[in-house]
């Protein structure tokens, strides 16, 4: 008699929790080091816990991002990130979903994110932008970044979060 193979375990996405920082931190290194993710410390991540979602497949931690607000009406999605061997598999897609829905439940009425991956954004319905949209971003961040003067990152974003459906 043959065994069935046992069902997978769906990737799910959850609010990130303390004991998540040291997966989070494994997880950012690569995107760190490939100038994809602003560098963040695991005391960053500590401090500002309440801003992340991860993504866990049988428990263990896949994925991650964060919303970072600016305003009451206006967030960044943050430090999206995905473990290798979980690339292309939807938990990038989990992640900012969780990420828009979580700013429409706040009340913030658009999102926005800089990347240098736009076309994984543009596939989840967020819309190119110039970056002058966003001072508050520009003044309080981008002035302190290594890469102020020769920024490669593009902007894009869901100017209505309340209106906001992932493509099919």
Request: charged content about 20%; hydrophobic content about 45%.
């Amino acid at each position: 008699m043959t065994a069935l193979p046992l069902p997978q375990p769906a990737v799910a996405a959850r609010p990130a929790q303390q004991a998540d920082v040291s997966a989070m931190v494994r997880i950012m290194e690569p995107f760190i080091a490939t100038g994809d993710l602003l560098p963040r410390t695991a005391e960053d991540l500590r401090r500002d816990i309440d801003r992340y979602v991860v993504a866990t497949d049988g428990g263990a931690v896949v994925g991650m991002g964060a919303l970072k607000p600016y305003s009451p009406y206006l967030a960044e999605v943050i430090a999206v990130a995905v473990l290798p061997s979980h690339q292309g598999g939807g938990v990038g897609k989990l992640v900012v979903q969780q990420l828009v829905e979580r700013a429409h439940r706040f009340g913030i009425h658009e999102v926005f994110a800089l990347t240098r991956r736009p076309f994984f954004f543009h596939r989840l319905g967020f819309r190119p932008a110039d970056k002058s949209l966003f001072p508050q971003k520009v003044w309080l961040d981008c002035a302190s970044c290594p890469r102020q003067d020769a920024c490669d990152e593009i902007a894009v974003h869901v100017p209505d979060v309340a209106s906001w459906r992932l493509p099919a």
